[in-house]
């Protein structure tokens, strides 16, 4: 069983910018960022491919909403990634969570089928 420990999550206005973090306890193939705001379905942000093992390692695949303004990052010595949120709109507000998995992570339902983080709150001021 893999932990995950998200941080830095918070509070920032419009146009600015927060970096979370997600540490992992153990390994993983893949790890990514989903985001649910209220009322709102579940939505894959970003993920990168975390082991070295994999053909695909270090690609990373992007929301539409956010390409250009987020960038997902990795510090394998640390089993950490790292999500960059730069141009934050208040339509960016929203529960993050950080997600594993030691296995396939060619969609966001695969990504979403092994570990979780308990999420860290975004909220983005006009």
């Known amino acids: 069983q893999v932990q995950l420990v998200e941080s830095g999550g918070g509070s920032v206005q419009a146009g600015g910018s927060l970096r979370l973090s997600c540490a992992a306890s153990?390994?993983?193939?893949?790890m990514g960022w989903f985001r649910q705001a209220p009322g709102k379905e579940r939505e894959g942000v970003a993920r990168?491919?975390?082991?070295?093992?994999?053909?695909?390692?270090?690609?990373?695949y992007y929301a539409d909403s956010v390409k250009g303004r987020f960038t997902i990052s990795q510090d394998n010595a640390k089993n950490t990634v790292f999500l960059q949120m730069n141009s934050l709109k208040p339509e960016d507000t929203a529960m993050y969570y950080c997600?594993?998995?030691?296995?396939?992570?060619?969609?966001?339902?695969?990504?979403?089928?092994?570990?979780w983080g308990q999420g860290t709150q975004v909220t983005v001021s006009s």
């Open positions: 997600a594993a998995t030691a296995s396939a992570c060619n969609t966001w339902s695969q990504l979403a089928d092994n570990y």
């Open positions: 990168i491919y975390t082991s070295s093992r994999s053909s695909f390692y270090a690609d990373t």
């Open positions: 153990g390994y993983t193939y893949c």
